[in-house]
């Protein structure tokens, strides 16, 4: 299939601001789909409310687009009632570590084969430019015009110490690595987190005066480096990218079947 067999065409222009960085998201998703030899009918979109939740809008396969921060909570109804189906869970800040937060841990304790894709722009971009679990210590936003004094979740942190067995980070510079860890994770037989660090020009950039958002890009290409490089090792303020965890442990679902079996055996 061509990519753009994967968007419904009648709802673009997309909402999104100049520079926001989720159009490259739903780029390399597309781009990712169109890899996967996966039917459409196979694929299940959910999301919840947010800027980055307005993307299974524009993608044609299934969709869900739910309540704020329940997102995860949908799709494991799906995924249990549908096990064959691929779930993938697109969130914000606020979504998947907000209001979605005690989802996203026992989603990822439980092990179940969903794909969680957090677009982290570090701020409610759609209410105003509010600050998150994400901003950071010191950030501006509308809400900590004196300075923001929460410290941030590390993404790849918590997912790792809730259970997810494939945890990765990537950001919109780097499309291709992008792509590349949306198709294992996709595949990867689990829950799957993936963090993409991605730019909010209109409100996180506005404030935190980073520029444009293509020198909010070009911040994710020199403050970003591999897993274990030595760069890492001479800066340690430089943000680590790649494939964190990886490991095989039971699937949810499956584990749930063999309750079933267990149980109707017993009956009969």
Known sequence: MAIKDYIRERFFPHMWCPGCGHGMILNALLRTFDTLSISKNEIVMVSGIGCSSRISGYVDVHTLHTLHGRALAFATGVKMS???????????????????????????????????????????????????????????????????????????????????????????????????????????????????????????????????????VKFFRDFTTPIGSKAKQENPNLIERGIFVRKDLPEYCREYEKIIETAQGEKG
Do not use: W
């Open 82 to 216: 549908r096990p064959e189906l691929t779930l993938i869970v697109p969130m914000g800040d606020g979504d998947a570590l907000a209001i979605g937060g005690n989802h996203f841990i026992h989603a990822a304790r439980r092990n179940i084969d969903i794909t969680a894709i957090v677009m982290n722009n570090r701020i409610y971009g759609m209410t105003g430019g509010q600050y998150s679990p994400l901003t950071g210590y010191a950030k501006l936003a509308t809400t900590a015009p004196f300075g923001n004094i929460d410290q941030a979740f590390d993404v790849v942190k918590l997912a790792r110490s809730a259970g997810a067995t494939f945890v990765a980070r990537t950001t919109t510079y780097h499309v291709k690595q992008m792509s590349n860890i949306f198709k294992e994770a996709i595949f990867h037989e689990g829950f799957s987190v993936v963090e993409v660090l991605t730019q909010c020009p209109t409100h996180f950039g506005r404030k935190n005066k980073m520029g444009s958002a293509v020198e909010m």
